[in-house]
């Protein structure tokens, strides 16, 4: 028998970003106990002499995280009885990871107030605990509006503001009205709430019936999927002309209470306000992908945290269909448990992932950017086979790996060059000169079979790389092969992009 493979430990998986401030050394309860006497009672020490706690206490884990957020980001914080406790290093994780998405090069690096100074964020559900807030403030000086819909959430996130005026001017709690407004609360540092008045913008019912009908084919998954059914998410939270660089959002993972069930070996509280939603976390994180499409470049960057793999997919598999620039996953390991972070972006690229050729002459590739939400690979495979075909060359295609073997004669390539000198308007700067012929027009056309392979490969969503290469290197055909690839591209992107060929006739520019 083969020898079993053996499952990856969640031991060998990196758990904690390396700037993490427990990355190194993770919190001393023993050196907490003795520095802080209300800590000290929930200390115990184990037979090995480890300095332990009661992970199944609330007020044990309540208290850990209270003197950690003093200790060591010097915030002061408390929650009521059994609302949900947040475990300071796991989230602390989720800071620094869109710390990376920020200051990486993918999409366009610009800040949202273009002042290039502190960064804005929108955190969805911000808790009673007020946790990314002040973690993000107090850490990184960012500035963020935190959003939620029960009271108590809403009481204890300013309170939790207000008790640390260091950085209470860069954290805005907002209320989400779940009735037939939306209204703006505000809590300041002097602890004046200002209510701002009913919002002009629309309220969930009618911002969904605001969203383009395909919207973007998400419509397709919700009649299969779970749909939302809550109150406003960012639609109708977000005001009139904001802009942020990213939002975040821990969601309500489950669709009942008892599926969020009761971890045995942990009591992290949590009421079913703050744990569940309709549709759970599917639904929910639908909703802020739905809102997002409408918002596009509001927001640098979207981004939530998924509690199952089965979900994730789910979701960046709807983002694939609503032509999101980018799309980003990572990995949060908690211990025993695996939380997920989902990013995108509506924003420009800022480098290309790949060059859109390559240069090599006998390989060759162009990028097809911009697909329209109804296309797939397939349907460019099925296309070019089509296309091939139609000249009379024989095609071999794989459709599980998305390539064609392909083998033309003269004749077919005479075929296929004939369609395109009657639609490029300039000449093509190469070796093939149009004559005064029949057929083609072009002399030096191969007089051998020529074969190769033409691959499609997924970049990001809405985005495919095609890559032709010839069987033989150094064949006396690349000329030829090349000029083909060109009419190739041009009926592709005639066919499937939003930005047809013309506007990109890159192929003549190609590096050799
Ligand atoms: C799992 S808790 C997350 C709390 C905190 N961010 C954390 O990470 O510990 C989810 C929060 O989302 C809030 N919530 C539910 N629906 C919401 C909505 N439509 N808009 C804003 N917040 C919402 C709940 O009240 C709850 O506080």
């Known amino acids: 028998m083969p020898p079993k493979k053996k499952r990856k430990r969640a031991v060998d998986r990196p758990t904690i970003h390396p700037r993490n401030k427990y990355s190194d050394k993770p919190p001393d309860f023993g050196l907490l106990a003795s520095l802080y006497p209300s800590f000290e009672p929930f200390v115990f020490y184990s037979r090995d002499g480890r300095p332990r706690i009661d992970w199944t206490d609330f007020n044990a884990t309540r208290e850990l995280t209270r003197v950690l957020l003093l200790h060591d980001h010097d915030l002061h914080w408390w929650i009521p009885d059994g609302q949900l406790c947040p475990t300071v290093p796991n989230r602390s994780n989720y800071i620094h990871w869109i710390e990376d998405l920020l200051s990486s090069d993918i999409i366009t690096n610009s800040n949202s107030n273009g002042d290039g100074e502190v960064i804005r964020g929108f955190d969805i559900g911000t808790g009673a605990n007020c946790i990314y807030p002040l973690l993000g403030a107090s850490l990184l000086g960012w500035s963020f509006v935190g959003s939620d819909v029960t009271d108590v959430a809403l009481e204890w996130a300013a309170r939790n503001v207000k008790s640390n005026p260091h950085i209470c001017d860069l954290i805005e709690i907002r209320k989400v009205d779940s009735g037939e407004k939306t ?9 004046q709430s200002i209510d701002m008045g009913s919002s002009t913008q629309v309220h969930e019912t009618e911002a969904v019936k605001a969203e383009p009908a395909p919207s973007s084919s998400l419509k397709l998954h919700s009649d299969v999927n779970k749909s939302y059914h809550g109150p406003p998410v960012l639609l109708g939270v977000v005001r009139d002309g904001e802009k942020f660089d990213f939002c975040m959002c821990n969601p309500p993972f489950f669709e009942t209470i008892e599926e969020a069930g009761l971890n045995p070996k942990t009591s992290c509280g949590g009421t079913p306000e703050e744990m569940v939603c309709p549709g759970g976390e599917e639904a929910f994180i639908s909703r802020i992908i739905q809102d997002s499409v409408q918002l596009k470049q509001s927001f640098r960057w979207y981004t939530s945290m998924v509690g199952r793999k089965s979900n994730l997919k789910v979701l960046v598999s709807k983002l694939r269909e609503v032509g999101v620039t980018i799309v980003k996953t990572t990995e949060f390991v908690q211990g025993q448990t695996c939380r997920w972070g989902l990013a995108w972006s509506f924003m420009p690229p800022a480098r290309k992932i790949i060059s859109s050729h390559v240069t090599q002459k006998n390989i060759l590739s162009f990028t097809l950017e911009g697909l329209q939400c109804q296309y797939s690979a397939m349907h460019v495979l099925q296309s070019a086979e089509a296309f091939f075909c139609s000249a009379g060359a024989s095609c071999k295609s794989n459709a599980s ?88 591209e041009e009926v592709l992107k005639e066919k499937f992009c939003r930005e047809k060929a013309s506007s990109g006739r890159s192929y003549y520019n190609q590096a050799r």
């Open 183 to 191: 209204s703006y609360w505000e809590e300041t540092c002097n602890g």
């Open 401 to 488: 790996a998305f390539y064609i073997d392909i083998t033309t004669t003269k004749d077919h390539f005479d075929a296929i060059l004939n369609n395109n000198v009657q639609n490029v308007d300039e000449p093509a700067p190469c070796q093939y000169k149009k004559a005064p012929s029949n057929g083609s027009g072009y002399s030096h056309l191969p007089s051998t079979d020529l074969s190769f392979r033409f691959s499609i490969f997924q970049q990001v969503p809405g985005t495919l790389l095609v890559r032709g290469s010839l069987q033989h290197r150094d064949s006396p055909s690349e000329g030829a092969f090349s000029l083909m690839f060109q009419r190739l």
